[in-house]
């Protein structure tokens, strides 16, 4: 996965969040979110305790002490909170997150998602991608459209292990925006230099181009 393309899912899905959010961001591609904030007041959520979390640390802000639920090191806003993982998750569990933006393995084309396990490999374990899923109010995925062999990560029917049956409702990539609902899977915005053909043509189905 090339960094620009990181990037540009980041700065996409970026524009989905409002003032006076609390929004959790999964591990990977959504925690650069962080960076495409610009003057928007949201309030991060990590699911290991804390509500206020900031951008990545420079060197000298770096502590030990504290990280994100994927490990990482990061900073806390004026204001943030802290709570143990009991608290945490009985304000996912309880409908108080707004957005969750998760990664993904997979994206079915109805919006079922796989983002926790991959066959024949160890799991390390499932974190709270679960919860966030039935939890959140909204739930965007994130990713790029390929995995590492190019196959599309976007399939009629997930062949990986299920994170839940909530569906979500945008998945994000660096070529294009994907929205779901009863009707199935739409693309609501390209965001590459590529045509709607040559997209079809990649991911072997048609789809249209829908502005809301």
Not at 109 to 126: F, R, S, T, Y
Not at 127 to 133: E, I, K, P, V, Y
Request: hydrophobic share 45%.
């Amino acid at each position: 996965m090339s960094n620009s393309a990181k990037y540009i899912i980041a700065k996409r899905a970026a524009q989905e969040l409002h003032d006076g959010q609390i929004v959790n961001l999964g591990i990977g591609i959504p925690t650069l979110l962080t960076e495409y904030l610009d003057n928007k007041v949201v309030y991060l959520q990590t699911e290991n305790g804390l509500l206020g979390m900031g951008p990545a640390p420079s060197d000298d802000q770096l502590d030990a002490d504290l990280m994100n639920a994927g490990k990482e090191p990061i900073t806390f806003l004026p204001g943030a909170s802290f709570f143990n993982s009991a608290d945490s998750f009985a304000m996912i569990r309880g409908g108080h997150v707004d957005v969750a933006v998760l990664g993904v393995l997979q994206v079915s084309h109805d919006g079922e998602i796989a983002n926790w396990a991959v066959p024949n490999q160890p799991i390390l374990g499932v974190g709270g991608a679960m919860d966030l899923l039935i939890g959140a109010n909204k739930v965007i995925a994130v990713g790029t459209l390929f995995a590492k062999d190019g196959t599309p990560k976007l399939v009629p029917t997930l062949t990986y292990k299920s994170t839940g049956a909530r569906k979500v409702e945008l998945f994000i990539t660096e070529y294009a925006v994907f929205k779901f609902s009863n009707q199935g899977v739409e693309i609501v915005e390209i965001l590459n230099d590529i045509t709607l053909d040559e997209l079809n043509e990649l991911l072997g189905i048609r789809l249209e181009l829908v502005k809301h």
